[in-house]
């Protein structure tokens, strides 16, 4: 009996710290955090309430605009205020989670920047140390005051980042969804059926006075983060990652893609720079050189250049590049006297004008129907992914400015491409494109290559939150 009664004593000593670290455990609700965000993806919190995140990234279309006829024409999306426009293509929002802070003189030329979020970088997401009052950085504040500081940092601290810092600006940009301020997001969120997600998350109840609402409408950045770095943002369901995984050797070519796609990779993958082969299986002596730039897999210069048999290549090198672009005129706030400079906005360095993110491939094709038409590069200047491959294959050919082209449709008619917006600094026309030797079959197939890069997997609206599902 007296024995017995030790054991119990033994074993609730030993419970004890159990107890309390299992306590700790529940305060980190990640799945919540995730749903939090998702549900504020989707929802209109807007001025007028019309407008949510997905209005611009709808996954249907890759995670950008769902617009046909606004991709043809304005480009930019209107904004909540139907009196607004910006004046850049939103580019998709899913992998965005992977970009890497905004760093300067880490990677090599021509810019040397790597990562931040936006065409420009400026949403740049370094996560200060300790807790910050600047309204657009994220620090400890979030954790502090919540049942478990440590515990949530070290659950949700990652999603500080680019993304996080990028989700702060949409709803109060008068040109987006144009909340008056961030106390109205505040509120919006305090009163959504899916208010006790926050509360789940983050383990205190969202409030709205002025010396709350900061840090907890950093609160809900941080879970629009943490949502797209979920599996259903980020699913790397596309057949090309199909394809890779239930392949015998897991090398290109891939059983599961056609021989047209498969020689779209081996072009993309292969650098050819002044008529020598650098690195890859150079099919019929050619090289298109797209590994340059659309590479997070290992450097295509190195001794161990990207094959492109990554399970998770994102198709970017994260880094800042000015490929040519031409001028969109047709694009919401067009101003040829005054224009979008790129990069040098967020560096101040001029010799950075004209260069942009080197967005993500993934999803580039996605649409919901085959006569669906998607605008590419920061200007929805291009329409047609044959339109952007054959740009690369032949834009050092520059139409003489009295022919009038000034869109795609009328550069492939006369086999010429109008200047770059800032040809000062531009890749176009040197070693590496616009002179690509590519036959139209070559081109097309890496557009059939790239068409293997759509998810299979395309989330919908999700359910209205009810405490009894979520319990
Ligand atoms: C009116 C359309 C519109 C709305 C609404 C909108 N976005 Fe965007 N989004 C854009 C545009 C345009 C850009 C690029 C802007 C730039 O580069 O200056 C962008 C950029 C982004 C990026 C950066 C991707 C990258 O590769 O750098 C992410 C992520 C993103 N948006 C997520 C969101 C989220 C989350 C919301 C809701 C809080 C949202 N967007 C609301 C149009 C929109
Ligand atoms: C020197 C770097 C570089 C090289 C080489 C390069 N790209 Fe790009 N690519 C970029 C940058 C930067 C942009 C964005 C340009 C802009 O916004 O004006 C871009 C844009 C694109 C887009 C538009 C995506 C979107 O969502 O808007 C596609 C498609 C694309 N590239 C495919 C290719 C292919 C295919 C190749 C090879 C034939 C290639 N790129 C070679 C840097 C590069």
């Not at 030790?6 to 955090?33: E, G, K, T």
């Not at 067009?334 to 979008?340: L, M």
């Not at 920061?378 to 520059?398: D, E, P, Q, R």
């Amino acid at each position: 009996m007296k024995k017995k009664q030790n054991s119990l004593i033994v074993a609730s000593a030993v419970a004890f710290p159990l107890f309390f670290s299992s306590l700790s455990a529940n305060a980190v609700n990640l799945d919540a955090l995730r749903q939090l965000g998702e549900q504020v993806f989707w929802d209109k919190i807007s001025n007028p309430p019309r407008m949510a995140c997905v209005t611009c990234h709808d996954p249907r279309a890759g995670w950008t605009g769902p617009h046909s006829q606004t991709n043809l024409t304005q480009v930019a999306i209107t904004g909540a205020n139907p009196h607004t426009i910006g004046n850049r293509k939103p580019p998709a929002s899913a992998y965005a989670s992977f970009i890497p802070p905004f760093q300067e003189g880490v990677v090599g030329p021509p810019s040397g920047v790597l990562g931040g979020a936006f065409w420009d970088g400026r949403a740049k997401g370094n996560i200060p140390t300790g807790n910050t009052t600047d309204p657009n950085k994220i620090g400890d504040e979030v954790f502090a005051g919540t049942a478990d500081p440590a515990g949530l940092k070290t659950a949700y601290g990652q999603y500080r980042g680019p993304t996080a810092v990028q989700a702060l600006g949409p709803f109060v940009n008068p040109v987006e969804q144009n909340k008056a301020d961030r106390a109205g997001v505040c509120r919006h969120v305090q009163k959504a059926q899916y208010a006790p997600l926050f509360e789940q998350a983050w383990t205190i109840p969202i409030t709205c006075d002025d010396t709350h609402v900061d840090v907890n409408y950093k609160r809900i950045a941080v879970a629009i983060a943490a949502f797209q770095d979920s599996g259903k943002v980020v699913s790397f369901s596309s057949r090309r990652d199909q394809a890779l995984a239930n392949d015998a050797d897991k090398k290109f070519p891939l059983d599961g893609l056609t021989e047209q796609e498969n020689l779209g990779h081996d072009l993309f993958y292969t650098v050819k720079i002044g008529g020598n082969i650098i690195s890859g299986p150079a099919p019929n002596g050619k090289g298109a050189n797209c590994v340059v730039c659309h590479n997070s897999g290992n450097s295509p210069f190195g001794p161990n250049p990207s094959d492109g048999a990554e399970p998770t290549q994102l198709y970017t090198d994260f880094s800042y590049h000015n490929i040519g672009t031409p001028p969109n005129p047709a694009i919401g706030q067009f101003n040829p006297t005054n224009p979008d400079d790129g990069l040098s906005d967020t560096t101040n360095d001029p010799a950075h004008r004209g260069f942009w993110k080197t967005p993500t491939l993934r999803g580039v094709d996605t649409r919901p129907n085959p006569s669906f038409v998607k605008a590419y590069a920061h200007n929805g200047f291009f329409k047609s992914l044959k339109g952007i491959v054959n740009f690369y294959n032949t834009s050092a050919t520059v139409c003489p400015p009295e022919l009038g082209v000034d869109t795609e449709e009328k550069a492939l008619a006369n086999k010429c491409w109008p200047a770059a917006e800032h040809p000062e600094n531009t890749a176009r026309g040197g070693p590496i494109l616009g002179n690509l030797g590519l036959t139209s079959e070559e081109e097309d197939a890496i557009v059939a290559y790239m068409k293997t890069f759509s998810d299979t997997e395309i989330p919908t609206k999700p359910k209205p939150f009810t405490p009894a599902r979520n319990r």
